[in-house]
């Protein structure tokens, strides 16, 4: 989409056929498209409306409701930040004094507007003309254009003696091509000026990737690694003011936040293979916080590098998944097929850290038949590769 056919969605023309594809989309494009056009409206306005309709359904399961009137792009979709974690950091910004925002890099506008929502007035500044435009028609769609406004331009140019807290999200992809990019000085902005932000501004958060090394965080950063019902989402740096520990899994669970912190630096104990597994939630594991929460259950780990943990006694945790282990095989798969075979196991799940193995190939391998379930746990146990069966404990 370009400028133009953007414009062209804004007219009463554009409305009708946004509304026109919001009732066909998510069937047979062909047909859809078919339909439109049939309607009497321009093929290029029919696709654009069909392209937003169908981006607006998958935008549903992060930004709910709202998702419906707003325009989206899908680069600026999928890199967007979800409602649920938005709205979370909104709060926090807000609680911790910050009235004015500048959102360096806004994007589509998903964590602006939360802020905004919030109370927080945020100046937008976004390089690309087409998301700065729909950032804005965003804004206005949500009844927020007095509390968010976007400018189109250099977001390293912005004066952020203006504010007193900056959030940025630098584009992780090229432009144009939609390629990752994993120098960090290749961001944009790029890595050097957004780390430098927190010497500049008292109330600084950057979004990064999940996957960041650990040795780009700043010092006295506080770092955050988020996760939404199971899934790592994203990670985040609360510099200056807003840091309070050094590590911070934050896990959501619908309306829940469950929180786990410590200083990332801790080791956990080692012992054997023990009656209960825990497989730690992501966020947990990439904020290396797994001797925290082998601390609080009593756990330990069965090998150094791997970050399952085990307890000879069950305990309630938001952060992790428990399972009951029932055998313990150095991995053999004539001695595991021979076992499920006896134990009438016919579904398995298949987990693993730490091994080579192809889930997907060793399910067809096994030749399961029964009626029974298992969980298969692919692993190392002093560097051996090790296979537990297990059975879920609650």
Not at 93 to 109: E, I, K, M, P
Not at 116 to 133: C, K
Not at 295 to 322: K, V
Request: hydrophobic share 50%.
């Amino acid at each position: 989409m370009d400028l133009d056919q953007f414009a062209a969605l804004r007219t009463p023309e554009g409305s009708v056929a946004l509304d026109a594809a919001a009732r066909v989309a998510g069937g047979d494009p062909l047909a859809a498209a078919a339909a439109l056009r049939s309607a009497g409206m321009p093929p290029a306005l029919a696709a654009a409306a069909l392209t937003q309709a169908e981006l607006r359904r998958r935008a549903v399961g992060k930004f709910g409701p709202a998702a419906a009137g707003m325009f989206l792009t899908r680069a600026g979709l999928e890199q967007a930040t979800r409602g649920a974690v938005a709205a979370r950091r909104a709060r926090r910004l807000r609680a911790a004094g910050v009235r004015t925002l500048a959102d360096l890099g806004c994007g589509l506008g998903a964590d602006a507007l939360a802020a905004a929502r919030a109370g927080i007035r945020v100046y937008g500044v976004e390089a690309d003309p087409l998301t700065a435009a729909m950032a804005a028609a965003n804004a206005e769609a949500a009844g927020l254009a007095e509390l968010f406004t976007v400018e189109c331009g250099d977001a390293t140019a912005f004066d952020v003696s203006r504010v007193d807290g900056v959030f940025c999200d630098p584009a992780r992809r090229k432009a144009g091509t939609g390629r990752r990019v994993f120098d960090p000085n290749a961001y944009s902005p790029p890595w050097d000026f957004v780390v430098g932000l927190a010497a500049r501004v008292p109330y600084t958060v950057v979004k990064v990737a999940p996957g960041i090394d650990h040795a780009l965080i700043p010092a006295g950063a506080e770092a955050e690694w988020v996760s939404a019902d199971g899934d790592l989402v994203e990670a985040a740096l609360w510099c200056g003011r807003l840091a309070e520990v050094p590590r911070r899994a934050t896990l959501l669970r619908g309306a829940a936040a469950h929180a786990l912190t410590g200083s990332g630096d801790a080791e956990a104990p080692v012992g054997p293979i023990r009656r209960f597994l825990y497989d730690p939630d992501p966020a947990v594991v990439r904020a290396h916080l797994v001797a925290e929460l082998a601390g609080a259950l009593g756990a330990t780990l069965a090998d150094p590098s791997i970050a399952y943990l085990y307890a000879d006694a069950p305990a309630a945790t938001p952060f992790a998944r428990r399972l009951e282990v029932t055998d313990v095989l150095p991995f053999s798969l004539k001695r595991l097929r021979a076992l499920l075979r006896e134990r009438r196991v016919g579904r398995v799940e298949i987990l693993k850290r730490g091994s080579a193995l192809e889930p997907e190939k060793l399910r067809r391998d096994l030749r399961l038949a029964g009626d029974e379930a298992a969980s298969l746990v692919l692993t190392r146990v002093a560097g051996a590769p090790t296979v537990l069966v297990c059975r879920p404990a609650g």
